[in-house]
């Protein structure tokens, strides 16, 4: 497990009462994180990882479980030029 992973999986662990320890990277987080919970994980990665998620490209679908949330990361992660 990745430290990046460690800190999501400590985030969702402290602010959603129905994460637990056992939920696989692919397994939905159905149930998890609610629609308005989304906004704060997506506030979340947006600080704590340095991530920027255009408009155009937002789609709760990309927050769906672990291993896509870390996709977002990657993907969308902003780097200092």
Same mark, same amino acid.
């Given at each position: 497990?990745?430290?990046? /992973? =460690?800190? #999501?999986?400590?985030? &969702? =662990? /402290?602010? !959603? *009462? *129905?994460?637990?320890? /056992?939920? *696989?990277?692919? @397994?939905?987080?159905? *149930? $998890?994180?609610?629609? &308005?919970? #989304?906004? @704060? &994980? ?8 340095? $991530? %920027?998620?255009?408009? @155009? @490209? !937002?789609?709760?679908?990309? !927050?769906? %479980?672990?291993? =896509?949330? &870390?996709? $977002?990361?990657? /993907?969308?992660? $902003?780097?200092?030029?």
């Amino acid at each position: 497990m990745t430290d990046m /992973e =460690k800190r #999501l999986r400590q985030f &969702l =662990k /402290e602010r !959603f *009462g *129905g994460y637990r320890d /056992e939920i *696989g990277a692919a @397994e939905p987080l159905d *149930g $998890v994180v609610d629609s &308005l919970g #989304l906004f @704060e &994980l997506v506030a979340f990665i947006e600080e704590d990882f340095s $991530v %920027s998620i255009p408009n @155009e @490209e !937002f789609s709760p679908q990309l !927050f769906s %479980s672990i291993e =896509k949330i &870390l996709q $977002v990361i990657d /993907e969308f992660h $902003v780097t200092s030029q």
